[in-house]
């Protein structure tokens, strides 16, 4: 009979807001309707977003969207075959100019600054660089490579996407190496290999998924980049030139110059051209945030 | 004694002569001159800002900073209009944005169950992947519409004819594109950044602190209010510093929306221009001075947010430390 009263009190007694003045109360709710209804807000403006672009853009999307250039003022029909081939070609140009130096960057900074005063301040650099406004980037590409060779080109167009990629990468290199364990590369060391041999067999294959989602996060922040490509690859509404001299056609600076345009297939193809590069952006990120998660 | 020092006595490393040294050596000075070449990158920008807009501060001295002409006929050039609706739509998005964010991080890490933190978490993130030329899009032509049918039109003829307020709200053609809608698009296009680095920092807090005041009868809201925001303040000043230079070279977006007038305009419902607004608008069509003040216009752009990307970095790190 007594074992059983215990039983009982186990449940606490249920007294919710017990000696709460309601003043408290009721602020406390506030804020909590506050907060959630402010994460509402942002999830249904990305989800408006994202509906926008797929009504407005499945409708302009067709085979020819991929099959045919660009079309000219009044011409009927056309696709972005140019834009988007265009596109990848000065994205991965980008990334090739990027990786190497951002991977050594981050290199540096992880296995032979650490701590020191220089290694710092490459890191604070690097850190303003990373959120520094890509249409600075993009006019000085334009000082130095496009005034000078009196022209645009899409060399021009890759160097600023790469400069833009560098500290992305410098970031997540570095992140990434610093989370191999020491024991590593001090089993590495101890078989007597110099430096160099520890960092690109042990701790470069050890942080190999990290690294890689640092290039695929550069490749998702400049896929989309449209302010530094209009100095310096600006457009073409044709193939372009295959050394890349001249304009070079590209998706986000055909969208820019389509979607206030006048005519109707332009605007078709500007939203079937914003549906393309928001869902390969999205699609980019999405897989390195699962590269991380499952790293970890 | 000295028999015990000797046995612990590192022996001299014996030089190595293979060819691994000579790669070794080449890869430290590779990896060097490519975390050297992150500076050379910052001072590149910088002469090449400065060089380029010279032409522009040498004809026009200080009066480039404070004249509203922008005259292509005349070749005279001024910045004014331009530095002011970059800063008046940067403030705009800071006023909208700074609650939302400090909201969410709050609802992230205080209020969201355990398997909803996780997907909020990645679509808040996801706002950040949105390129801002589809921002510029959807506030070309679904937001500006709205704005204009529901705030502008309604709240115009409400304010006419007041003082002040009459003013700034007030708007001579409501078309939804100015000041104030731009400001709104780029307080969604900050809310990631200051969202997800204020989330952070409250994560980093001690639990203990909060279990603490959690114990002594505080409500949610005052454990926020007092334990949380105190502990993390300077750093989500910093995020929000981050999110100010986010807004200030926001491009893309802007161009769309802020509705490319060169006046200036007592009202925020006006249409006006920010610096990297006018520079994408013009640069293609620019010759000569025109050119020269465009970049001159960069350059003014990049001394004020490295300006503040510094303070930013410097507010951000000093509490990850502790």
Not at chain 1, 133 to 149: A, H, K, M, T
Not at chain 1, 270 to 286: D, K, R, Y
Not at chain 2, 184 to 189: R, W
Request: glycine share 10%.
């Amino acid at each position: 009979m007594t074992m059983a009263t215990p039983a009982k009190t186990m449940t606490a007694p249920h007294v919710e807001w017990g000696r709460v003045r309601s003043s408290r109360r009721t602020a406390d709710r506030m804020m909590k309707i506050i907060a959630t209804s402010f994460t509402l807000i942002a999830i249904v403006v990305l989800f408006w977003i994202l509906g926008m672009l797929i009504v407005k853009g499945l409708g302009g999307l067709s085979a020819s969207t991929f099959t045919q250039i660009t079309p000219g003022p009044g011409t009927e029909g056309g696709g972005l075959a140019n834009a988007i081939v265009g596109s990848i070609v000065l994205t991965f140009l980008g990334i090739a100019v990027a990786t190497p130096i951002g991977v050594l960057a981050g290199t540096y900074l992880a296995e032979y600054g650490k701590a020191s005063k220089l290694a710092d301040l490459i890191r604070f650099i690097n850190d303003i660089l990373l959120s520094a406004p890509s249409i600075l980037i993009g006019l000085f590409v334009y000082v130095i490579l496009v005034e000078p060779f009196r022209g645009y080109s899409g060399w021009a167009g890759g160097v600023a996407l790469g400069i833009i990629a560098i500290p992305v990468i410098v970031r997540t290199t570095e992140d990434m190496l610093r989370l191999v364990p020491g024991s590593l590369r001090e089993a590495g060391a101890a078989l007597g290999a110099p430096p160099s041999v520890v960092i690109t067999s042990v701790t470069w294959r050890a942080a190999k998924s990290g690294m890689v989602t640092g290039v695929l996060l550069a490749l998702a922040r400049i896929a989309g980049e449209t302010a530094p490509l209009i100095f310096t690859a600006l457009n073409n509404n044709f193939w372009f030139s295959p050394n890349l001299i001249g304009g070079v056609s590209n998706l986000p600076v055909t969208i820019y110059q389509f979607a206030s345009a006048p005519y109707e297939n332009w605007q078709q193809l500007a939203w079937a051209g914003s549906l393309i590069i928001t869902v390969s952006i999205l699609v980019l990120s999405i897989i390195a945030r699962r590269i991380v998660r499952g790293g970890k | 004694m000295s028999a015990v020092t000797d046995q612990f006595a590192v022996p001299s490393a014996p030089v190595r002569k293979t060819p691994m040294g000579t790669f070794d050596l080449v890869f430290r000075n590779a990896s060097l001159l490519a975390a050297l070449f992150v500076l050379v990158l910052l001072a590149g920008i910088m002469v090449s800002m400065v060089v380029g807009g010279w032409p522009a501060f040498r004809e026009f001295g200080l009066g480039f900073i404070t004249s509203s002409v922008w005259d292509t006929q005349n070749e005279q050039y001024g910045a004014w209009p331009a530095i002011v609706g970059t800063l008046s739509t940067a403030l705009i998005a800071l006023v909208v944005g700074v609650p939302l964010s400090l909201g969410i991080a709050v609802f992230l890490t205080q209020l969201a169950p355990p398997w909803f933190k996780q997907p909020v978490s990645t679509a808040i993130e996801l706002l950040a992947a949105v390129p801002s030329i589809i921002y510029g899009m959807w506030g070309l032509f679904v937001f500006a519409p709205l704005f204009a049918a529901y705030v502008q039109i309604p709240l115009s003829s409400l304010v006419e004819g007041m003082p002040i307020v009459g003013t700034i709200l007030y708007s001579r053609s409501p078309s939804g594109l100015g000041i104030l809608s731009a400001g709104i698009i780029l307080a969604f296009m900050i809310i990631p950044f200051i969202a997800s680095i204020t989330r952070d920092m409250l994560d980093q807090i001690p639990s203990v602190l909060r279990e603490s005041a959690y114990g002594i009868g505080a409500t949610t809201w005052e454990v926020v209010r007092h334990v949380l925001v105190p502990q993390a303040g300077v750093s989500i000043i910093g995020a929000i510093m981050l999110g100010l230079g986010r807004a200030l070279g926001e491009t893309m977006a802007v161009t769309f929306v802020v509705g490319n007038a060169n006046r200036l305009s007592a009202s925020v419902m006006d249409p006006g221009s920010t610096i990297a607004s006018r520079i994408a608008n013009e640069f293609n069509e620019a010759l000569g001075l025109q050119l020269n003040a465009l970049i001159a216009l960069g350059c003014i752009l990049f001394f004020v947010t490295f300006v503040v990307l510094v303070i930013a970095r410097l507010l951000v790190a000093r509490v990850k430390r502790y």
